[in-house]
């Protein structure tokens, strides 16, 4: 019994940490899990509505697109504290409609999104601990930083408007809070996303150099355990920035400021598997990517240095 309590804790921590999109709402990013904590999450998400084209040129996209994702996280020391790894590769396909100067087309695509890495470290409220530490420890403040990075690894074709792929590394810095009183759990994030150049964004008639400012991004949760694995959480974010400026022409219309609203719930389902489910859709849009998302999430989580 002692030892599915601390696997089905690990569970609630290591599901919510598949963030593939750049928005995606991600509950207790930053709650601690014991050392060599592992786990492999598949995940199944659906997207349909509109496409943030980053301002490449004027036109209205929309797409209904699946994007299946295979995750791995470890949790290990780092110089004493709490940290993890997490690393994440999704693979989209979909179908997508684009209206520009009073012409319609269709496009089908498949292949592979870029690389993500996220790597975490707690800086208060819990060293790195074993097994059994952690099963006497329990939470109150938590903070603590962590650094995403996207790998141009997806599939890019200068010569087409959508593409998996961003050709570029992307970078966010983050802030975490996470707080709890018995039941409830109230985290809150702060960061921002830094793109370096992509050197052959989709232009007419022939590809360009395209820069991005940085985006600010702020997101809260607030969830609630209901025992044996299960808890739900409501989730909200902001983000603002992102001008483009494609050949040497800043785009000021390309300023996002936007939010979504979700909720999230996890169930414990076995001693070692879980399953997730969240939905959210966008609040208010300044530019791009008003969709809808659900995603659902199994994953299998034990103890122990992966072999």
């Known amino acids: 019994m002692r030892f599915f309590r601390l696997t089905l804790f690990i569970g609630l921590a290591i599901g919510s940490l598949q963030t593939v999109r750049a928005q995606d709402l991600a509950p207790r990013a930053y709650v601690i899990t014991p050392l060599h904590a592992n786990a492999v999450t598949l995940t199944w998400a659906f997207y349909n509505g509109g496409l943030n084209l980053v301002g490449?040129?004027?036109?209205?996209?929309?797409?209904?697109?699946?994007?299946?994702?295979?995750?791995?996280?470890?949790c290990l020391s780092f110089f004493g504290r709490s940290a993890n790894i997490t690393a994440s590769l999704?693979?989209?396909?979909?179908?997508?409609?684009?209206?520009?100067?009073?012409?319609?087309?269709?496009?089908?695509?498949?292949?592979?999104?870029?690389?993500?890495v996220r790597i975490s470290v707690n800086?208060?409220?819990?060293?790195?601990?074993?097994?059994?530490?952690?099963?006497?420890?329990?939470?109150?403040?938590?903070?603590?930083?962590?650094?995403?990075?996207?790998?141009?690894?997806?599939?890019?074709?200068?010569?087409?408007?959508?593409n998996w792929g961003i050709n570029r590394w992307a970078f966010k810095p983050e802030f975490g809070y996470s707080r709890r009183w018995g039941n409830w759990l109230l985290d809150g994030y702060g960061g921002a996303w830094f793109y370096t150049t992509n050197s052959a964004e989709f232009h007419l008639p022939h590809p360009a150099p395209q820069t991005q400012e940085p985006i600010g991004s702020l997101e809260g949760h607030l969830s609630r355990d209901f025992g044996r694995g299960t808890w739900v959480s409501v989730d909200s974010n902001?983000?603002?920035?992102?001008?483009?400026?494609?050949?040497?022409?800043?785009?000021?219309?390309?300023?996002q400021t936007s939010s979504r609203l979700g909720g999230t719930a996890a169930f414990r389902v076995s001693e070692h598997q879980s399953i997730k489910i969240s939905y959210s859709d966008?609040?208010?849009?300044?530019?791009?990517?008003?969709?809808?998302n659900v995603s659902v999430a199994w994953q299998y989580s034990w103890l122990g240095n992966p072999r």
């Open 238 to 255: 902001f983000w603002w920035g992102g001008v483009t400026t494609l050949d040497d022409i800043r785009n000021p219309a390309t300023r």
């Open 90 to 116: 999704p693979y989209g396909v979909g179908n997508f409609e684009a209206a520009a100067l009073g012409r319609q087309r269709s496009t089908y695509r498949s292949g592979l999104f870029d690389l993500g």
């Open 123 to 162: 800086l208060k409220g819990g060293p790195a601990m074993p097994v059994e530490q952690f099963s006497k420890w329990k939470q109150k403040t938590i903070l603590g930083v962590s650094l995403r990075v996207i790998v141009p690894t997806g599939q890019y074709s200068p010569t087409q408007l959508i």
């Open 56 to 74: 490449s040129i004027p036109v209205t996209t929309t797409g209904t697109y699946n994007v299946p994702v295979f995750s791995y996280y470890h």
């Open 282 to 292: 966008g609040t208010y849009i300044r530019f791009g990517g008003n969709y809808q």
